[in-house]
């Protein structure tokens, strides 16, 4: 009956071009109903408690074993379970960002597991964002700032020019061969 009367009043606030006290009045009307509802859950949760725990107190030691033996194993079950998930979230987090995850036995996987078994997304996300970005920290290599190699590193010597003709020594001179006796280093 309420639900048909409260179709009406919408359907009225709708067609009577009152404007706000129409508007005003669906609101009103809306949060009654929001209201009831929430009462309504919170019976519906004070009677499954109860229900429990009657279903509890008329169990025998035995069924009470089973039960907390079947809480337990869903338990273990659920945190095994948990952590490969967390793993696979971690990867997939770490790869969309674009970061390298450190080692899998440096991390406590259990710690990004939620009370449910299953994995924290805010943590997870939370910890991948902290991690270093690729290439922060690494300086570009052999970029031509000194020297490269040896000191003599193919150049002739003193003693080498003694036993040369002019024509040697001219080609050597072209091929860069002689730099080195021609900075004073030789």
């Known amino acids: 009956m309420d639900e048909n009367k409260n179709a009406q009043v919408s359907a009225e606030a709708g067609t009577t071009g009152e404007g706000q006290s129409d508007t005003a009045a669906?609101?009103?009307?809306i949060d009654k109903w929001k209201a009831m509802s929430r009462k309504n859950e919170e019976r519906f949760k004070s009677a499954?408690?109860?229900?429990?725990?009657?279903?509890?107190?008329?169990?025998?030691d035995t069924e009470k074993a089973i039960e907390a033996a079947r809480a337990e194993a869903r338990t273990a079950a659920l945190s095994?379970?948990?952590?490969?998930?967390?793993?696979?979230?971690?990867?997939?987090?770490?790869?969309?960002?674009?970061?390298?995850?450190?080692?899998?036995?440096?991390?406590?996987?259990?710690?990004?597991?939620?009370?449910?078994?299953?994995?924290?997304?805010a943590r997870i996300e939370a910890f991948v964002s902290s991690l270093p970005k690729p290439g922060s920290g690494s300086y570009a290599q052999n970029i031509g700032l000194g020297r490269q190699g040896g000191p003599a590193a193919g150049q002739l010597t003193r003693e080498d020019l003694a036993r040369m003709s002019p024509r040697e020594i001219n080609e050597a001179r072209a091929a860069g061969k002689c730099d080195a006796l021609l900075r004073g280093e030789g």
């Open 26 to 29: 669906l609101q009103a009307e």
């Open 48 to 60: 499954s408690q109860e229900l429990d725990g009657f279903r509890q107190s008329q169990m025998t």
């Open 80 to 121: 095994e379970l948990g952590t490969r998930l967390v793993n696979a979230e971690l990867r997939a987090a770490s790869s969309a960002a674009g970061v390298a995850l450190p080692g899998a036995e440096y991390l406590n996987l259990g710690s990004f597991v939620g009370e449910d078994g299953n994995p924290d997304a």
